[in-house]
């Protein structure tokens, strides 16, 4: 259906309407059982999510396959969005590595189209390894941006994706990739940390959605949780919040074209995440907000296999 509400309002990636808090999928390798998995992803889209972030290196493929299994035949406005450009090895304590290669973004296209059952995927985003946290690039993966993007052109131009993303870059890259018609940003970007803002800031003006991952700090060493921090369990005190939503909340609130994929294997904390939605931020409020962040670059820490 297409008229029930949308979790944190309408918001746009490329010519699709989607929700503005829709639902990460990578936790789903985690979930106990292809039952568990579908109840999550059933109970999202009941709530009116249509934005799901997934990727065949999740896995590897075991999320993508339990996305078909419980979704299958997909819901005409539902937006599966996708990423290339790592692989899954299993190893401990990194279990990606880089696949930036033109020939490998083709092949993860590929296996995404199969594990999922379409025959075009809505958005894929190249997930490059300019920033951190993550997988670092080395030797012949250090590949030129542009070799990568006219490979993502291709399998646009032959119906394989419908449109591009790209993520992990910084300014400088986001906008050397705009001639190639880029629809969404994903980069770590949280309350406390906002080394990324004049990315966000140039998605903004471009019409780009930013679609921030880590939106709530990461259980890496060295980065904090935005729930943890006074300020933020305060306001969420007062306002009978939890301290996820109140961060969670002020993304949506901070910049209009911001996309949230939060991910759980739960249905609780699901609904938890889209209830960040109805979270009013009163300008006091975010005023003491803004004032906590940061715009110093971050720690290039370890990855999970997760952007």
């Known amino acids: 259906m297409t008229d029930k509400p949308r979790p944190g309002g309408p918001g746009g990636i490329g010519a ?39 990727a065949s290196f999740y896995g590897p493929g075991e999320v993508n396959r339990r996305i078909r299994a419980a979704l299958f035949p997909y819901a005409d406005d539902l937006v599966i969005v996708s990423k290339v450009g790592a692989r899954f090895t299993g190893e401990q304590p990194i279990p990606l590595a880089a ?29 490059r390894m300019d920033l951190g946290p993550g997988v670092a690039a080395e030797g012949d993966q250090l590949v030129d941006i542009d070799d990568q993007l006219a490979e993502m052109v291709a399998l646009r131009d032959e119906g394989k994706i419908g449109v591009i993303g790209i993520s992990a870059v910084p300014v400088d890259v986001v906008r050397r990739a705009l001639p190639a018609g880029i629809v969404c940003v994903q980069n770590a970007y949280s309350l406390l940390d906002r080394s990324q803002e004049a990315a966000l800031q140039l998605c903004a003006d471009e019409g780009i959605a930013w679609v921030p991952y880590f939106p709530l700090g990461s259980s890496f060493p060295g980065f904090p949780k935005v729930a943890d921090h006074p300020v933020v369990a305060e306001i969420a005190r007062q306002l009978s919040a939890t301290g996820a939503q109140v961060g969670l909340a002020w993304l949506l609130a901070h910049a209009p074209n911001t996309l949230l994929i939060p991910g759980t294997r739960s249905v609780g904390h699901l609904e938890e995440n889209l209830g960040a939605g109805d979270v009013t931020l009163a300008a006091e409020a975010l005023e003491r907000l803004d004032a906590i962040g940061t715009t110093e670059p971050q720690p290039h820490g370890v990855d999970s296999f997760q952007r």
């Not at 296209?109 to 025959?119: P, S, T």
Request: with cysteine.
């Open 99 to 127: 696949a930036q290669k033109p020939a490998e973004l083709r092949a993860a296209v590929e296996d995404d189209l199969r594990q999922l059952g379409l025959d075009c995927v809505p958005v894929v985003n190249l997930r």
């Open 16 to 54: 699709s309407t989607v929700a503005r808090i829709g639902y990460g999928a990578m936790q789903l390798f985690e979930a106990p059982s292809v039952e568990d998995a579908a109840g999550v992803l059933r109970r999202a889209i009941e709530l009116g999510v249509n934005h799901i972030d997934t």
